[in-house]
């Protein structure tokens, strides 16, 4: 008998099916990796099985030990055994460990803390997995490994029976893994099932029994873990033909457009700490460059400094069409011709309660009204183009965006960029989240932006579209540059294992 | 197709129109139960003035709430500011020019030192400004040694109590009539080029007729008593530069821009801190104005002078639809907002309802006001 059985999740959200199908068992003090690209399904399967999509806004039946679930909500989930550790932790910092672990469960007689018993029991937990945390320090004072481990105790002390784990050794030294899996290996040893998320294929293959592989929503397969490569893995998890989707590039490479050298980017919360590592890089008229790279590889931020908006300490030198120019900000970035199509619409591209004339005009409206007043009537005209030759499906530029597709939306935040009229464009995963055909016209607009004599660089966790469209990909693992590829010598495999830290 | 066509323009207008309903509903109420005086010109007249101080304070208010932040300094600002102006003029003999300039100086300075403490410090506007309302409300005691300042100038007082000629309210109506032809025209020329040619006439009518209907409805009831008061054209003036700015400027889009998404604006390229900076000086500058209205009106400058004028201009922003969440609220709005409290305190005055009682029930139609637009929001 499974400990528990996911059959044929169906998820829907406007415009894209996430989960198409997919089933997934797991089995008492099994360990069971779910692997597959950004965008997979992964976490989208995870939010179904924890309740933050409730009963019937899904399809499929999920059982936990044969009986049918019908969860309504996250408590619902938790009371039947299943519980997740997310890539952010939840948990209190200004709290302690102890008050954090009984969170919402604090053991109390008439509405009054029994703080004794409250730290008698987190240390008798702690104990038991071997943890030395004292509970009354506070949940801010630990490192974030400790963290890690403080949140899955809080885990085990709601009695979970599922646990499951996202990304959980991102941000961990090597000896904090070593203890995370320890902790793990006990866990199985308890009956405890264990769904792990990550993109690291050598802790997967290392601590698995069995692996299930996702793409575009779909359960590839599911293997035992002895029973399979690494190659095989990630064959199944790049998939589809590169290509297919991909229109045929003909660009005609020019002089560099922007040159970048000694970058260095630094934590904005440990100043010490160097995100990108001394990176230096150029790209060319009419060229895309891809950068490949995991989560924490220093994507997003090298792209941020260069742009002036790294709220960290940060230094480097740029070149613009082989002039010096000393970005220090966001403005003078546009000035000197880049443009950032910044990742997360919602959270950094779009004013989601504005129109799409008024989101589109915000970066260059100084170029398209005037230096003072705005010009409703300009405006309207200005954006027409860019509405039009992105196939931007709305009535007129007066809808207001937040009632917009996922695709529609990113081609405003891309219009808005466009109207900026840059040398240099910066794409951060800009097809996060959207159907096929608008992904496809996104790269079909990349390609015919670049034969015009764009630069673009192009950061994705999707990789066959670094692959589709780029001329030259840089891999970056831990800040640094791993590997360069040009188009003909880049390959899933190659750049995956760049990614991954191999040779 | 998921996409509805739904525009920022509809649902405002939307929301405008219910606001006028509210406060035509608690007119008509008042004009019932105080036996037909609410609605007199006179009594008008009076509701205009009384509203001018709060009106002028809102519209400033309104710039800051919609940029995200909040100030609850301005009524001892307030004070202070007429502080300076009465004893820059009664004490020191300084004359009527400089005391109106002091006065504004003084507002503008203030609201640019708390704007930098916010903008640039990352102190919560909400601190800065609570240690403003009292370290003000203590400036003015301190700059008056406790005492109430007169003020002897018959012309400062004017710009508080006095009218202009009936015949210049008809120039100024003609003046009107004149802008509100030449805004209709230029807004349907404009929605002609985007949409799809068609002119839709009884819009454009009602875009022309509204305000003409008020235009001279206004100036025709304040000359029906003695004219447009003074304090009531400042109030207007301020009024319509706040709807300029904010509808019409690179300045107000920015603001609605940095309330909606502050990340979103700065990856555009807005410098939110500057634009954050220059809107506490702006209302620090109506501020000053407020000032300079208020104690013409009392011929005074009294050290609790402005005291709780704060939140009634935060209170009127609200009613009008703002979101202290930032991003969204009207100029337009928050004077409708001024003008119901201003009509609640007036219509309850004259029905000789108990402070007390004034404040519950103005204290209770806030809260009714923002979570009648609460639930109306979650349904759509």
Known sequence: ?503 | MAETEKTRFTTSSLRAYIMIAVLAGIWLYFHWATNSIFLTPRNLSNLATQMSVTGILAVGMLMLIVSGNIDLSVGSVLGFAGGIAAYSMSIHGYGLPAGIIFAISVGILIGTFQGALTAYLNIPAFIVTLGGLLAWRGAVKWLLGGNTVPIADDTFKAIGQRNIPVEAGWILAALGIAFALFAAYRRARSEASYGDGKVNYVLLILNVAIPIVGIVAFIWVMNAYQGVPIPVLIFVSVALIGVFITTSTVFGRYLYAIGGNPDAARLSGINNKRNILKVYALLGAFTGIAALIFTARVGSAAPDAGTLKELDAIAACVIGGASLMGGRGTVFGACIGALIMASLDNGMSLLNVRDFMQDIVKGSILVAAVGLDMMGRKQT
């Open chain 1, 1 to 503: 008998m499974p400990l528990l059985e996911m059959r044929n999740i169906v998820k829907e959200f406007p415009g894209v099916r996430a989960l198409d199908g997919v089933s997934f068992t797991l089995e008492n003090g099994e360990f069971h990796a779910l692997v597959g690209e950004n965008g997979a399904g992964k976490s989208t399967l995870m939010k179904v099985l924890s309740g933050v999509y409730p009963e019937g806004s899904f399809d499929g039946e999920i059982l936990v030990e044969n009986v049918p679930q019908h969860f309504r909500s996250v408590r619902d989930a938790e009371s039947a055994g299943i519980a997740i550790i997310y890539q952010e932790l939840s948990l209190v910092k200004e709290l302690t460990v102890g008050e954090n672990i009984f969170l919402g469960r604090e053991p109390s007689r008439f509405g009054v803390i029994d703080s004794a018993k409250l730290y008698h029991r987190s240390a008798t937990l702690l104990r038991e997995l071997h943890l030395d945390i004292d509970p009354r320090t506070t949940v801010g004072s630990l490192g974030i490994g400790r963290q890690q481990l403080v949140e899955i105790a809080k885990a085990l002390s709601q009695d979970a029976k599922i646990l499951v784990l996202d990304e959980p050794t991102a941000a961990l030294t090597e000896s904090e893994v070593e203890t995370l899996f320890d902790i793990l290996t006990k866990l199985k040893a308890r009956g405890v099932g264990l769904i792990y998320i990550s993109h690291k294929l050598d802790e997967v293959f290392r601590m698995s029994d069995r692996i299930t592989v996702l793409r575009d929503g779909k359960t590839i397969g599911t293997h035992l873990a002895k029973d399979l490569t690494r190659d095989e893995v990630i064959a199944e998890m790049v998939g589809r033909e590169v290509g297919d989707i991909f229109p045929t590039p003909d660009h005609e490479l020019g002089n560099p457009a922007l040159e970048v050298q000694n970058l260095l980017v630094y934590s904005i919360d440990r100043p010490d700490k160097r995100i990108v590592d001394d990176i230096s890089f150029s790209v060319r008229k009419g060229e895309v460059l891809g950068i490949a790279g995991l989560m924490g590889s220093g994507r997003t931020e090298l792209m941020t400094a260069i742009f002036g908006a790294w709220q960290g300490k940060y230094s480097r030198t740029i070149l613009v069409d082989g002039k010096d120019r000393s970005v220090a900000s966001p403005s003078e970035a546009i000035d000197s011709g880049i443009a950032f199509v910044t990742e997360d619409r919602k959270r950094y591209g779009l004013i989601i309660e504005q129109t799409i004339a008024d989101n589109m005009t915000l970066a260059g409206l100084r170029s398209i009204s005037g230096r003072f007043l705005t010009h409703r009537t300009q405006e309207i005209v200005a954006v027409r183009e860019p509405m039009r030759s992105l196939h931007i499906k709305a009535g007129t530029p007066m809808v207001v965006t937040g009632t917009l597709s996922g695709g529609n939306q990113q081609k405003v935040v891309l219009g808005k960029w466009l109207l900026t009229k840059p040398k240099v464009l910066f794409l951060d995963e800009p097809t996060r989240g959207i159907d096929v055909g608008a992904k496809q016209e996104i790269y079909a607009e990349i390609n015919k932006l670049a034969t015009e004599g764009l630069a673009i660089v192009l950061v994705s966790s999707e990789l066959p579209e670094v692959l589709g469209l780029s001329d030259r990909v840089l891999v970056l693992y831990r800040g640094r540059i791993a590997a360069e590829f040009t188009r003909e010598s880049a390959t899933a495999e190659k750049v995956m294992t760049a990614a991954t830290g191999g040779n």
